[in-house]
């Protein structure tokens, strides 16, 4: 396992904490909080079990390319995937989230692993 398979791991596993964290706070929270959802049971659990969920498929993710034997393949598979999100991210927002920087980095990083 190369030292750029670990911090494509590690930079993977930090996007999804950072989603958890952020997402959470900026987020869900105050989206539960509000009266936004007033009137639709269960929506606030049901969004928060999702959101969260995303950080632990992250967190899988990070793992995967990370475990000693995962295929070559897989990893370019997962970084090509990551780059192309981060892109998406940063075009679509033009570079203002937090997400595009993150996921692009991750993604390169398995690719070039």
């Known amino acids: 396992m190369s030292a750029l398979t670990i911090a494509a791991a590690v930079v993977i596993a ?4 950072t989603h958890s964290l952020l997402g959470e706070r900026k987020l869900v929270g105050p989206l539960i909080a509000s009266d936004a959802l007033a009137g639709v049971r269960r929506a606030g659990p049901a969004i928060r079990f999702t959101w ?3 950080t632990l498929l992250m967190l899988l993710t990070a793992l995967t390319v990370a475990w000693p034997g995962t295929p070559a393949l897989l990893v370019r598979v997962i970084g090509g995937t990551y780059l192309l999100l ?3 991210a940063l075009g679509l927002t033009r570079g203002r989230h937090v997400s595009g920087p993150l996921f692009a980095a ?6 070039l692993a």
């Open 86 to 88: 981060g892109l998406l």
């Open 52 to 54: 969260h969920l995303a």
């Open 106 to 111: 991750g993604g390169l990083l398995a690719l």
């Open 14 to 17: 930090a996007t999804g904490l």
